[in-house]
């Protein structure tokens, strides 16, 4: 042999054994490092699904309790829940709530039921699941994870009203978690298993289906294998971790722990060792084989050891990614979810930057979500509030002192073109592992706004004419005076009645009356300056208002141009009629110092004009007598009796629209007269003022009435609350709270069982009666303001007095048969009522049409005498015998285990 052959041939064979060498070498170091490489990857994504899975059902659960919130927020749920605490039968408001049960079905919801205060439930919509598997999850709500065929999710959420508990909404969603995350979990590896477990007992776990089974185990599992801790315990402890250990067959297995946020749930996955190292094992058989193949092209191994890692690594982000997609199509449903939702919401983070923008906020503040997310929520805010918003959060942060949260709040937005408008917000906070959220309720209370205003124009002005009626009269007379008062001027009060209108009226009927009584109020606001004031008491009473320099002369010619605008003729309807005028003119200060005393003596004056003859006009004069007074002829017999015993209490039953029960009794009083026969209220209370006797008469009436209550419940029966009306008089008395307890104590009856009723007048002018009321309130008496809509309403009282019950006044009632703004007044005064929480009861119901449209229109009782007229002591008795013991208080329920005694009074032995 050729040595030069023989050393190429060594060296060839050196050389291929080195490169072989080399090759095999780099490989098998390629191979290992590629190994430990795919490895870690494997290991990460175990523990990144494992935490994606978390993620994903720490969502859904956050996304039940979140629904629950925003369901229990609902201001029409809470509205309704309202009434069924105060009227526990109330199927309306029943049939309320299971309507906006079924509201909720569509958003995935597969039930909804909402309970009382009493844990009762009314109103649901879809069939609550009561499996055998139940797990409760820790929170500040009480949320529970079924399983009944797939899991369910169910969340009880207390609905407030302020700090008061109405009662709670429970929601039944499903769950997605187990089916989504399945094929993600099986892409991992064939024997990969993801497991959620919750504790039972001190020693033992339950599990639900895993994601290789469709049932859930039944029976506990231990917490411990031959001693030692399984990965679900360190998780259902609160510890996160990564563990080498053999499953209950032998095998090797890798397990990933964590616990479910601070819900007291645990999940692992798990994915035996073989599964893990499977891709890599089977390649090395391929690997040795090409290298065997390619002995002369062992470099070019290491790229195809790497190929298959670094595809093993493309699928491992591209499962990621899956992962990701996912979640963010859940995000997706959510925002669809929210979408639904005719209230606004937006999230917040702590920096102020929104996150959520459902679809009704985009209607709202007419931005694009996409314009807003990402974007600080100040900019749908005015000045100053856009610029000291951040300064707001980064307080509240630090401070926790918050003005806005957990309360709902009328604040002013800024639509897209800049607009600003009035919207109710209610801000709640949510704390996450990320940090905390702000969710704000948003709804737009532009239409509600106007209503106000309109629902203010109508107690303001009178209904039929359109010109001020007694509440703007007051407030404009009081302006007046004030202005009088600082520059030294006068004011003139013309009071005015019309001479001859109630013979047209009731020749030609209501109609054409009325239509001259609207000319007339267009006449007299024509010919007057755009700062003088003409408005309507009532009837055919009209009354005229003049600042500024008054001269005598000046006087006179303003009253003879008025009786000349009144006297010119009117053509309606083909009638051309013809009407006078009476006039009395009281000034300021000479007449009278305050508001009411000029009225009276305008009242007065017109009095004295009709007397002369009428179609004149008449200064106020002080020492001149009236001429054959109405009630003059009366005042000698009052003085002359003893009227106590010439009068008589009558009751006019209250009645509920939605069951006819008795809820009280209007107490009034009648004047048996030896000559002119039964005189009604109002001429006794017109005397009594007249003789100083108002106060002595309010007190006889409380204590004969209270006398009457509690002979009624030593009988037995079940007297309803007595409802008694004080004239200003009477509520100015020294320590009239004193007065009405003293009565109340002699006559064992409870507070609770008196309602005193109060002129909206009285509320806007007399401060010391609004402290006596308060007074009335402390001590459990129930106030009704009287007359609502046709006197001195005041809307500022109302809020800070805060009575019971407000009631319609009749001449309001009345005009229901007609339609037209009657229609739209007492709708705006229920709705007003409703918004203070005050009961309505509509005086001067006359037919069954009236009743039917007052309870359609929302309102809660009406006053009606059996046959129109009120009843006797005895009449009342029969009915309450008839009743008894149905007559009842709906805004009252006395405890189960009171005796009859303690709730209606001592027994008594007079009559």
Wanted: glycine share 8%; proline share 5%; charged share 20%.
């Amino acid at each position: 042999m050729n040595p030069g052959k023989g050393d190429d041939m060594r060296i060839s064979l050196i050389g291929a054994v080195i490169l072989t060498l080399l090759t095999v070498t780099a490989g098998a170091l390629t191979y290992l490092v590629m190994q430990h490489e795919a490895q870690s990857i494997r290991k990460r994504n175990v523990r990144v699904l494992l935490q994606n899975d978390t993620r994903f059902f720490r969502q859904e659960i956050r996304q039940a309790r979140r629904l629950g919130v925003i369901v229990a927020t609902r201001p029409y749920i809470i509205k309704n829940l309202r009434q069924i605490d105060e009227h526990p039968r109330n199927r309306h408001a029943r049939h309320n709530l299971a309507r906006v049960a079924r509201s909720f079905l569509p958003m995935g919801l597969t039930a909804v039921a909402f309970y009382d205060m009493r844990g009762r439930q009314v109103g649901r919509a879809g069939q609550m699941a009561n499996p055998p598997f139940v797990v409760p999850l820790r929170g500040r709500h009480e949320t529970f994870l079924l399983w009944d065929r797939h899991p369910l999710m169910r969340t009880a959420t207390p609905i407030l009203w302020g700090k008061r508990r109405l009662g709670s909404v429970v929601i039944q969603s499903r769950v997605h978690f187990v089916g989504a995350m399945a094929p993600i979990t099986r892409a991992l590896g064939r024997t990969a298993d993801l497991r959620l477990c919750a504790p039972v007992g001190p020693a033992s776990m339950r599990c639900l289906p895993d994601t290789r089974q469709s049932r859930y185990i039944s029976h506990p599992i231990p917490d411990f294998r031959n001693g030692q801790p399984l990965p679900m315990w360190h998780a259902l402890h609160g510890a996160t971790g990564y563990l080498r250990m053999r499953d209950s067959k032998g095998h090797a297995i890798i397990v990933a722990y964590t616990p479910v946020s601070h819900t007291g749930l645990g999940m692992s996955m798990s994915i035996r060792q073989s599964d893990l190292f499977h891709d890599i094992t089977a390649q090395l058989l391929d690997v040795g084989a090409i290298l065997l193949a390619l002995l002369f092209m062992g470099m070019l191994m290491i790229r195809w050891l790497m190929v298959p890692i670094l595809r093993q690594r493309t699928e491992a982000e591209r499962q990621t990614q899956m992962v990701n997609m996912r979640l963010r199509s859940r995000e997706a449903q959510i925002q669809g979810l929210l979408g639904h939702m005719a209230d606004g919401v937006i999230v917040i983070n702590e920096e102020g930057l929104v996150q959520i923008f459902n679809s009704a906020c985009e209607r709202i503040f007419d931005y694009k979500a996409s314009e807003i997310i990402g974007h600080n929520v100040s900019m749908l805010m005015p000045e100053p509030h856009r610029s000291g918003h951040d300064a707001y959060l980064r307080h509240y942060l630090e401070t926790g002192e918050a003005k806005v949260l957990a309360r709902s709040r009328e604040l002013v937005g800024v639509r897209r073109d800049g607009e600003p408008f009035p919207l109710e917000i209610r801000v709640s906070e949510v704390r996450t592992h990320e940090g905390r959220l702000f969710i704000a309720t948003v709804r737009d209370i532009t239409l509600e706004k106007a209503a106000a205003q309109q629902t203010l124009y109508l107690a303001t002005h009178d209904a039929l004419t359109q010109i001020p009626n007694r509440l703007l009269l007051g407030e404009r007379l009081q302006q007046a005076l004030a202005a009088a008062r600082r520059t030294g001027t006068k004011v003139a009060l013309f009071f005015m009645d019309l001479d001859g209108f109630k013979a047209i009226n009731d020749s030609l009927g209501h109609d054409i009356g009325d239509a001259l009584l609207r000319m007339v109020a267009q006449r007299l606001a024509a010919s007057l300056r755009a700062d003088d004031t003409v408005a309507r008491l009532g009837g055919d009473e009209f009354v005229i208002i003049l600042s500024g320099s008054l001269a005598p002369d000046n006087l006179e010619a303003v009253g003879r141009k008025l009786l000349g605008v009144i006297r010119a003729p009117y053509v309606i309807q083909g009638h051309t009629l013809h009407v006078g005028t009476s006039i009395g003119i009281a000034l300021f200060p000479d007449d009278g110092a305050d508001s009411e005393t000029l009225l009276k003596n305008g009242d007065i004056a017109m009095y004295r004009a009709k007397e002369a003859g009428g179609n004149r006009f008449q200064f106020f004069a002080s020492g001149a007598p009236v001429v054959n007074r109405p009630s003059s002829a009366l005042h000698a017999d009052w003085l002359a009796t003893r009227w106590e015993d010439t009068l008589e209490l009558r009751y006019q039953p209250v009645r509920d629209l939605a069951d006819g029960a008795m809820t009280s009794l209007d107490v009034l009083v009648v004047w048996r007269h030896a000559t002119r026969g039964l005189l009604d209220q109002n001429t006794v209370f017109g005397v009594a003022e007249e003789t100083g006797s108002m106060v002595a008469l309010g007190t006889w009436i409380l204590q004969a009435a209270c006398g009457q209550w509690k002979h009624w419940a030593d009988k037995g029966m079940a007297p309803p609350p007595l409802a008694l009306s004080w004239t200003t008089a009477q509520w100015q008395q020294d320590a009239p709270v004193r007065t009405i307890e003293g009565i109340l104590e002699r006559c064992q009856m409870r507070a609770d069982r008196l309602i005193m009723g109060v002129g909206e007048k009285l509320i806007a002018e007399h401060d010391a009666v609004t402290d006596t009321l308060r007074g009335l309130h402390h001590l459990g008496v129930r106030i009704a303001v009287d007359s609502f809509g046709a006197g001195l309403s005041s809307l500022t009282g109302l809020r800070n007095l805060s009575p019971q019950i407000l009631r319609i006044d009749p001449w309001i009632v009345h005009g229901l048969a007609g339609g037209g703004d009657e229609v739209g007044l007492v709708t705006a005064i229920i709705a007003l009522a409703h918004s203070l929480r005050m009961t309505v009861v509509a005086r001067g119901v006359e037919n069954e049409a009236q009743r039917l449209l007052l309870r359609e229109l929302g309102c809660d009782a009406y006053q009606s005498g059996e046959g129109g007229k009120p009843l006797a002591a005895e009449e009342i008795t029969t009915l309450l015998c008839a009743t008894c013991p149905v007559a009842r208080d709906p805004s009252e329920t006395p405890p189960p285990d009171a005796a009859p005694g303690e709730q209606q009074g001592a027994p008594r032995t007079d009559s």
